[in-house]
């Protein structure tokens, strides 16, 4: 009874969560990140928002 | 009944697979920590299904995976190393038979831990197989946890499904394992964008946190305890109110003493009376048997070497009656104990230059941990702080590990080069990103044509 409450729960989470992540592109390629922000001085000379 | 449930979740999982080649990574995981092959009486105890999984997740990851930015790290290397010198030693060792039985699943745990990094090319990869051995090694520590509450457990005696005391279902393994996975679970909770944080997933995961804080007691292995302590201890670092915490921490383990069963009690003051206890004087003569034996064989002799000790030690316990104390000395005499600590389970079996390359594994992965970690946790861009935490909780896990393991033979444990293997792809994965981050400034710094 435990054992099958057990078996029940983990194997239906893990059955809901690989349907979640095939239905999610970036499972296999992801957006690349955000650049970094550009270093103070660089910021004073272009008159940027320093 | 159940036979059936496990064969529909595995074609559920391969057929997922064929779409999505990642899924086999995550299908070999879950058989390989759940083993649903020993928990049925047919169908699945006859057909090699670890064998297939493990082919499809390497034979889709060689032919249709994208492998541009799979890099090897020096830890793959090393876990290269180790395997081919634990193999010369397999082919040297003291027990042939019983070393070959060792190395048939040695090698494929460090073989499947050099492999894992490559798969791990994005966030999702990565918080996937977090959740998927989570997940699974919450199917032992549910049932585990249950039964504590409605009997109390007792030492061996915790059924946990399967009575072969294999793999994660063993009580000292599970006990700190189930510990190690508490700093993945609470991250899997806040960062995890599977399943995103809301009441149904904070519910599930206190609970799974605290039927793993169950396990020691259900299983009353001793090591639990001390990863009880070491994971208390990690707690700290990142709590705000630390005298609030210590309080709320010290209230609640004196308020739980009363719900202890006797027997775990018992058992837990044998830590502080070593000397009265045979189990714990065991390990220490087998220790000092195998400080002896590698000095004369500093390459080790191989796996299960420790068949061949004989001990003789005296054990001294006091029994205070009216009064009088009384000193009773008796003399026990064992042979073919294992090592009980995998620090010596390495000395004795892959001698000295085993040791220090599993040393240098498991120093790397703090240290590299450490660095990704200051390095992300306040990152300038949140979305790339996730790696902080998870690098914070990887390391974690391996640090109550590495405390728990000097007293439990688990140097090869799979579930811990899985954990091991992920540190890896998480540190690649985080080099690639600051990589693609600082290349793409010089684009936009470029003035624009006129």
Not at chain 2, 12 to 34: C, E, N, Q, S, T
Not at chain 2, 232 to 247: I, N, S
Not at chain 2, 367 to 373: K, L
Request: with cysteine; proline share 5%.
């Amino acid at each position: 009874m435990i054992d099958n409450f057990s078996i029940g729960l983990t194997h239906g989470l893990m059955l809901l969560a690989a349907l979640l992540i095939l239905l999610r592109p970036e499972l296999d390629k992801e957006e690349p990140p955000k650049p970094m922000p550009k270093p103070k001085a660089w910021r004073g000379r272009d008159g940027g928002d320093a | 009944m159940r036979d059936l449930v496990f064969v529909a979740f595995l074609v559920a999982l391969f057929a997922a697979g064929l779409k999505r080649p990642f899924l086999f990574v995550l299908a070999y995981v879950y058989i390989d920590i759940v083993a649903p092959q020993r928990l049925t009486y047919m169908l699945l105890n006859t057909v090699p299904i670890s064998l297939i999984a493990v082919s499809l997740a390497v034979g889709a990851w060689l032919l249709v995976d994208d492998k541009r930015d799979a890099r090897f790290a020096p830890r793959q290397f090393l876990m290269v190393i180790l395997m081919l010198y634990c193999w010369v030693t397999t082919t040297q060792a003291d027990f042939p038979i019983e070393a070959a039985e060792k190395w048939s699943w040695v090698w494929k745990a460090l073989a499947f831990a050099i492999f894992l990094p490559l798969t791990l090319r994005t966030r999702l990869r990565i918080e996937s197989l977090g959740l998927f051995m989570v997940l699974s090694a919450a199917t032992i520590i549910i049932v585990g946890g249950i039964k504590t509450v409605g009997s109390g457990g007792g030492y061996g005696g915790l059924n946990l499904m399967v009575t072969n005391n294999t793999g994660l279902y063993e009580s000292s393994i599970i006990s700190c394992v189930a510990i190690a996975i508490i700093p993945l679970i609470l991250f899997l909770m806040r960062h995890g964008t599977i399943f995103p944080m809301d009441w149904r997933v904070k519910i599930f995961a206190y609970a799974l946190c605290f039927a793993c804080l169950l396990m020691p007691i259900g299983t009353e292995a001793r090591t639990g305890l001390i990863c009880v302590g070491v994971l208390g201890v990690l707690m700290l670092r990142h709590t705000k109110r630390r005298f609030l915490y210590l309080t709320m921490a010290g209230v609640l383990a004196v308020s739980a003493v009363p719900f202890l069963p006797s027997s775990f009690s018992e058992r837990m003051d044998t830590i502080k009376n070593y000397k009265a206890d045979s189990s714990a004087s065991t390990r220490i003569e087998v220790w000092k048997w195998t400080w002896e034996y590698v000095k004369e064989h500093p390459f080790g002799g191989g796996f299960n070497a420790y068949l061949q000790n004989k001990i003789r030690y005296e054990t001294v316990s006091v029994d205070e009656a009216g009064g009088v104390a009384t000193q009773e000395e008796t003399l026990i005499l064992d042979k073919a104990r294992a090592y009980h600590s995998a620090y010596f389970e390495m000395l004795g079996e892959q001698g000295f230059p085993g040791l220090f390359i599993w040393l240098a594994i498991q120093g790397i992965g703090l240290f590299r941990m450490e660095a990704v970690r200051r390095k992300y946790l306040h990152h300038a861009d949140e979305g790339e702080r996730w790696i902080g935490n998870l690098a914070e909780a990887l390391q974690h896990g391996q640090i109550i590990y590495l405390v728990g393991a000097l007293f439990v033979g688990i140097a090869f444990q799979p579930f811990i080069f899985m954990l091991l293997g992920m540190q890896i792809g998480l540190d690649t994965y985080a080099k690639r990103r600051s990589a693609e981050a600082a290349w793409r400034p010089m684009n936009e710094a470029l003035p624009a044509p006129a």
